[in-house]
T-cell receptor
Framework: ETGVTQTPRHLVMGMTNKKSLKCEQH?????MYWYKQSAKKPLELMFV???????ENNSVPSRFSPECPNSSHLFLHLHTLQPEDSALYLC???????????FGPGTRLLVL | KQEVTQIPAALSVPEGENLVLNCSFT??????LQWFRQDPGKGLTSLLL?????REQTSGRLNASLDKSSGRSTLYIAASQPGDSATYLC??????????FGAGTRLAVHP
């Protein structure tokens, strides 16, 4: 295992629901990331947190709201999503300034 | 804007063949390049990381090369096995921990 866990592994939600994705890393890293992987599209970086501060927001719609309460945990809060938001959401972590990112298994999200 | 392209998009080969997967990028100002493997419905596993000053890296049956000036990298898989079946992703590091990915090559190795 990579040391990065994500829950839930699968999620089905309606467009009016509010849900949260959770990521936890056990590697002692200081940087954490959210990526979106849609069918037949490259992975897209959504957010980067370093030392619990957001350092990158790749023009992600406000219906996605990240939260990093400490260096080991990262959340992605979801509300009023659209069907096109259905995708695999991957979390990753790395040492601050480190180059290799370690990925979790992802959360498969389906928005109905 | 950095773009990463991987060719071919899909590949199906018999067991034992030697393979070459290609990755190209448009901006040569990269920190390094990384190859990942992704099994269906799973996360990514790092295979090889090539620093921008290096030309190649090897791990077991895998060898990755980097030519920054031409914006190309190749992943060579020797003596392919069914267990190598997966999607292989190329990513370039640009900026603060910023990875830009290609769309991947889906590899199927059949017995």
């Amino acid at each position: 295992e990579t040391g990065v866990t994500q829950t839930p592994r699968h999620l089905v939600m309606g467009m009016t629901n509010k849900k949260s994705l959770k990521c936890e890393q056990h590697l002692g890293h200081n940087a954490m990331y959210w990526y979106k992987q849609s069918a037949k599209k490259p992975l897209e970086l959504m957010f980067v947190y370093s030392l619990e501060e957001r350092v990158e927001n790749n023009s992600v719609p406000s219906r996605f709201s990240p939260e990093c309460p400490n260096s080991s945990h990262l959340f992605l809060h979801l509300h009023t999503l659209q069907p096109e938001d259905s995708a695999l959401y991957l979390c990753a972590s790395s040492p601050t300034g480190g180059q290799t990112q370690y990925f979790g298994p992802g959360t498969r999200l389906l928005v109905l | 804007k950095q773009e990463v392209t991987q060719i071919p998009a899909a590949l199906s080969v018999p067991e034992g063949e030697n393979l070459v997967l290609n990755c190209s990028f448009t901006d040569s100002a990269i920190y390094n390049l990384q190859w990942f493997r992704q099994d269906p419905g799973k996360g990514l596993t790092s295979l090889l990381l090539i620093q921008s000053s290096q030309r190649e890296q090897t791990s077991g049956r895998l060898n990755a090369s980097l030519d920054k000036s031409s914006g190309r990298s190749t992943l060579y898989i020797a003596a392919s096995q069914p267990g190598d079946s997966a999607t292989y992703l190329c990513a370039v590091h640009r900026g603060y921990n910023k990875l830009i990915f290609g769309a991947g090559t889906r590899l199927a190795v059949h017995p």
